[in-house]
């Protein structure tokens, strides 16, 4: 990767290289869960004697209801990662498919639907996840996802739009369409592809902003049920004990603030390594 | 003889590249001079180092990736420019020598008006009083032929037009009196009536002011029309330097025969029967690869084993006039017979 | 006389100018961006459409595609009207006639390879697949001059002669008739101009193609067109066949244009007419006859700003918009 001029670009953050090799970390760690975790998430292993603190045994220690940390940290990474990218793709395809069909169409379609995008935009998002999952009594994990994705377009959607308005006036889009390219293949083959970059960017940020939300609702007792661990929910059920079992809730706490940041750094990195103007010859 | 103004010896600027491509030698042994009053066109295409030429001469080439090697040289009036200090180089941009630019809308601040920013330059070097300094203004922007100067002074960039933008240019270029004018493709981008505007402009404001002009450019009709001499850039050197009158009318290197041959011209009959113009075969090479030997050679038709072997130095072509007067970087000089093309 | 390949009667295309009122009011002022013009084509010939900046030139070549759609107007391609048209009977049209635009840089996709974008309209039109794209592009680059092993290049790997032959060959692709030149060699170098313009000409012989050159660039122009038409202001000032219109052109327009183009030839002494004031905007056109406020006619008169000049016949095939046109500068 280093070869390229973009590579050459990312790797020029600091930043950069440490955030890649944690996100790395967390991901293979994820997918590995049942592998890398020597409990089962669920197994209280001794009732009677919780909230032991880390040690050879069990690495992270065991939180109030006498789970491994370490296990349920690692099958958190699967749910709350999961959650985050999964959503974030909902967001990005639906804030994709709206700005570019805005930006390239333009007249009374963008003038509504952006309309849309005010409101959207205008909306507390917060409070409107609260109340769909007071709503819920038990709710589901892909209705959560969906949730997230959906309330979460809005911005995408506004940057999408911008950049298709100055690339539809670039000659080789008006090229295209003089050889005879109807509106689809000029926005899949030609228009967008070429927006991807902010897309691509804002995704990578956008992840740790659903992890975030998800965390809080989970927190709030409203996001992932128990006992199904996410670091949200980790956080509060150790939160009761913070004075004398600091490490239930120190350690999902931690996690999530390590790959939020990671996300934000690769981010930022990405978006010097794939800026266009960079690519002139 | 006339004590040159300007005097370029040998200048070399080269620029080191990101992936290693080696250093793009953008300027490689470049010598010639500009005497008192006189204009001084550079000629050549995209690539060749004309503005590279003239950013150094005023060191305004960013130091890293360029640098300007040692052993280049470069005085002006008898001061070489490239071991002044940064505090009497400054006291000659903008004052001795000024320089104008190609594309007019980025080279004025946009949230200055025009008159404040003519008004700098003799601020700065005059040390005149914002009055004064207006009023200067006013005066610069009625001897560049704008109309209803005293309501145009306050005006912004962006509400005039590319012409009168150019103008205001030469205006803050020459509110000092600078005894040299660098004019960077001054006309490029403008239509061709307002080029000739502007064109006649720079002629007359020369005759008045008694400035020398060096007026680079890739229009070899408007290098024939306002130039007492040429030089010819290619990849980096100078190939050709005459004259007007003999470089037009006995261009004796190759590329510059190319060149001419492919210019379609106004005052050739119409051509439409035989179709073709003569053209140059080949492209510009990059600046880290220049080819062994001649430059030239891959693109010229009388090339032969010399040429790829040997780089030619600048000999001189006699014709008639001091020795120096008429240069060529090219092998035929030494073996006239050669100059039958290639079949 | 051979019917014409592309016949344009009255074109409009107006753009409204900013509007008052954040968007909501009316338009302020409308810019005449091309304002009735009429031309005709025939087969195998090359019509030179000169102007300056803002004259309406590149937007009837545009317009002509229908890449902007006209206000008004007839455009008829060998018989068949392009602006009657519906969108897939277009696209069909869309074979016959091409576009080469100015801009080697911005008219190539910067994330397509040679191959892709020459393979695509070969596939939106259906004229070819597979292996049999694959020879059809290898023709094509050998036929604008590039090797076919630039297929696999990226637009910024090329240099500015090369993308244009790129361009050129995109257009080539489906086989048209009749292609639009937007000021084709206007961006390279003067050595690599003369290349394209060649390659240009050669191109028309075999391929018996018609051309629309768009330029600013009188001797260019000159070069390699039949009969030129010049633009001022969204309308068609004077048009003749290239012979006629630079030995004795009738518009004091085309004499100042064409006094003000520097010759490579120090010992021309030509009297130059340098006309003062700007090129007016199109959105304020002056009343009557556009070009009045710098006209340097001597004979210039009050008719001249009140009544517009008709482009008429003065001279046989020579046609020009002036009161004065049987007296020319």
């Known amino acids: ?9 990312f790797f020029r953050h600091p930043t950069a290289a440490p955030g890649l090799f944690l996100l790395a970390f967390f991901v293979t760690v994820a997918i590995a869960a049942p592998v890398v975790a020597p409990y089962a998430p669920y197994y209280q292993i001794d009732i009677a004697h919780p909230d032991r603190p880390p040690s050879a045994q069990f690495l992270l220690g065991t939180d109030p209801f006498s789970r491994d940390v370490w296990s349920r940290l690692v099958y958190g990474a699967r749910v709350s990662l999961g959650i985050g990218a999964v959503a974030m793709l909902v967001a990005a395809t639906v804030g994709t498919a709206v700005g570019a069909v805005a930006g390239y169409f333009r007249s009374w379609v963008d003038t509504t639907l952006m309309r849309l995008v005010d409101v959207g935009l205008a909306m507390p998002r917060i409070f409107v996840l609260l109340m769909a999952a007071a709503l819920w009594e038990h709710i589901a994990l892909w209705v959560l996802v969906l949730l997230i994705g959906l ?19 670039r000659e080789f889009v008006a090229a295209a369409r003089a050889l005879g390219a109807g509106a689809g293949r000029v926005i899949f083959r030609h228009v967008l592809p070429n927006a991807a970059a902010p897309i691509i960017v804002s995704g990578a940020l956008g992840i740790g902003h659903m992890m975030l939300l998800e965390a809080g609702l989970s927190f ?3 996001g992932v049920p128990s006992p199904t661990p996410s670091w949200g929910n980790m956080i509060a059920d150790g939160w009761h004990k913070m004075a004398v079992a600091w490490w239930s809730s120190t350690f999902p706490g931690l996690a999530i603030s390590l790959v939020v940041m990671a996300l934000n750094a690769v981010g930022d990195a990405l978006r010097d390594a794939l800026d266009p103007r960079k690519e002139a010859a | 003889m006339t004590e040159p103004l300007l005097r370029v010896r040998d200048l070399k600027t080269y620029f080191v590249t990101e992936h290693g491509s080696g250093t793009a030698r953008a300027v490689d042994g470049v010598s010639f001079e500009v005497l008192p009053g006189e204009t001084l066109g550079i000629v050549g295409e995209s690539g060749c180092g004309k503005t590279v030429t003239s950013l150094s001469i005023l060191r305004l080439i960013p130091e890293p990736p360029g640098h300007i090697r040692p052993g280049s040289f470069i005085e002006f009036e008898g001061r070489n420019l490239l071991t002044l200090e940064p505090r009497e180089l400054r006291a000659i941009r903008g004052n001795q020598i000024a320089m104008i630019f190609q594309e007019p809308m980025t080279s004025l601040n946009p949230v200055f008006t025009v008159g404040d920013q003519i008004a700098e330059a003799a601020i700065v070097h005059q040390r005149l009083s914002r009055r004064a300094a207006r009023t200067r ?15 145009r002074v306050d ?46 402009l720079l002629d007359r404001l020369q005759a008045e002011l008694g400035m020398a002009v060096m007026l680079i450019t890739h229009d070899l009709g408007v290098v024939a029309g306002s130039a ?5 850039m290619y990849a980096g050197q100078v190939v050709e330097q005459a004259p007007t009158a003999a470089l037009f009318a006995r261009p004796l290197h190759p590329y510059t025969e190319g060149l001419l041959a492919s210019v379609p011209r106004l005052d050739a009959p119409p051509a439409r029967e035989h179709g073709r113009l003569h053209g140059i075969p080949g492209q510009v090479p990059a600046a880290t690869a220049w080819p062994d030997g001649c430059r030239f050679h891959p693109r010229c038709p009388y090339a032969w084993d010399r040429c790829r072997a040997e780089a030619p130095p600048l000999l001189d072509a006699g014709g008639g006039g001091d020795p120096g007067t008429h240069t060529v970087r090219c092998w035929l000089l030494t073996d006239p017979r050669r100059r039958t093309p290639h079949p | 006389m051979t019917p014409a390949l592309v016949d344009v009667r009255g074109l409009v295309k107006h753009f409204p100018g900013e509007r008052a009122w954040l968007g909501l009011g009316r338009p302020r002022a409308v810019v005449r961006a091309v304002d009735d013009v009429s031309f005709a084509i025939a087969p195998g010939q090359t019509l030179g459409l000169v102007g300056e900046s803002g004259c309406g030139k590149s937007t009837v070549g545009r317009t002509i595609l229908r890449l902007i759609e006209p206000d008004a107007g007839r455009v008829t391609i060998d018989g068949q009207d392009v602006v009657a048209l519906g969108a897939s009977a277009l696209r069909a ?15 190539l996709n910067p994330r397509m390879t040679v191959r892709q974008m020459l393979a695509e309209p070969l596939a939106i039109h259906r004229l070819a697949r597979g292996a049999d794209a694959e020879r059809r592009i290898a023709a094509l680059l050998e036929e604008v001059g590039l090797d076919p092993g630039f297929a696999q290049s990226y637009a910024h790997e090329l240099s500015g002669g090369q993308r244009q032959r790129v361009g050129i060959a995109r257009a080539l692709s489906v086989e048209p008739q009749f292609l639009v030149l937007d000021e084709p060699v206007s961006a390279l170098d003067v050595s690599v101009q003369a290349q394209v313009l060649n390659l240009l000409a050669d191109l028309q012989q075999r391929r018996r193609l018609t051309y629309l050159f768009i330029a600013h660039d009188l001797a260019v122009v000159k070069h390699i067109a039949d009969h030129v038409a010049v633009m001022y202001l969204g309308k068609i000032v004077e048009r003749a066949p290239a012979p006629a219109l630079y030995s004795g052109p009738r518009h004091p327009y085309t004499t100042s244009l064409l006094s003000a183009v520097p010759v490579p030839d120090p010992k021309a002494q030509r009297q130059r007419i340098v006309l003062s004031g700007d090129v007016p905007s199109p959105a ?15 004979k210039k008169d009050t008719r001249c700003r009140t009544e517009p000049p008709a482009l008429r016949e003065v001279a046989p095939g020579q046609l020009a918009a002036c009161h004065f046109a049987e007296q020319p500068l």
């Open chain 1, 1 to 9: 990767m280093r070869k390229t001029a973009s590579g050459r670009r």
């Open chain 1, 151 to 169: 309330t979460g377009w809005f911005g995408t959607s506004r940057l999408v739009r911008a950049e298709v308005l100055s690339l539809r006036e």
């Open chain 1, 220 to 222: 709030l007792g409203l």
């Open chain 2, 137 to 151: 203004a006013i005066e610069m922007l009625k001897l560049v032929g704008i109309p209803d100067p005293e309501e």
């Open chain 2, 155 to 200: 005006h912004y960039p962006h509400q005039m037009s590319g012409g009168m933008r150019q103008r205001v240019m030469i205006a803050m270029a020459l509110v000092c009196h600078p005894k040299l004018l660098i004019a960077d493709e001054p006309t490029t981008a403008l239509d061709v009536t307002i080029q000739a505007q502007i064109l006649e």
């Open chain 2, 228 to 232: 007492d001499r040429v030089v010819v």
């Open chain 3, 93 to 107: 049209l869309r074979r016959r006639m091409q576009i080469v635009f100015q801009d080697p840089y911005g008219s």
């Open chain 3, 284 to 298: 304020h056109p002056p009343p009557g006859c556009p070009f009045h406020p710098r006209c340097p006619h001597p």
